[in-house]
């Protein structure tokens, strides 16, 4: 009787822990396509800017479709770290390292926003300079995601 107890629940315990696999590979799916998004977006915008015949009513709208995954990804990490409230000093490491990645996103696509609203010809340079910014740090975040995964 006993032996059927204990392989009862071992065989509980291990089902218990599929599902959080599944949701840590969802969460860094979802972690995943938010920056792809929002480099493919940047990306987009910072081509869009170097046109001669800029459209800038279309960079506007280009810059807000990536409000939509910068939220996802705030929504994300608060969500993540409400669940996980003890990693070990490594993953906090590139934790931190994730959250600080985020909110640099954050700051520089506000101020591409803010840019955009204001005179288009006039900032111009400095649209496709955030633009690019936010390129190189959805890479660098992406990369960050990555470390966590493999941990």
């Known amino acids: 009787m ?10 509980g315990l291990a089902l218990a822990a ?3 696999v599944a949701l840590e590979k969802e969460f860094v799916s979802q972690m995943m396509d938010s920056a792809k998004n929002i480099e493919r977006d940047a990306s987009l915008v910072s081509a869009a800017v170097r046109l001669k015949n800029l459209d800038a009513e279309d960079v ?6 990536m409000s939509a ?9 608060n ?5 996980h409230p003890k990693l070990s000093a490594r993953d906090q490491q590139d934790w931190q390292a994730l959250k600080e990645k985020v909110q640099l996103l954050e700051i520089f696509h506000g101020q591409k926003k803010q840019l ?9 340079g400095l649209i496709r300079a955030h633009a690019d910014g936010v390129v190189r740090r959805a890479k660098m975040l992406q990369q960050t995601v990555a470390r966590l ?3």
């Not at 006993?2 to 065989?11: E, G, V």
């Not at 969500?79 to 669940?83: G, L, P, T």
């Open 116 to 124: 955009a609203a204001g005179d288009f010809s006039k900032n111009r």
């Open 79 to 83: 969500s993540y770290e409400a669940s």
């Open 60 to 65: 506007r709208k280009k810059i807000e479709a």
């Open 69 to 77: 995954d910068l939220a996802k990804l705030q929504e994300l990490v």
């Open 2 to 11: 006993t032996m059927r107890l204990l392989t009862a629940t071992l065989t």
């Open 149 to 151: 995964q493999r941990s």
């Open 18 to 20: 599929i599902p959080s």
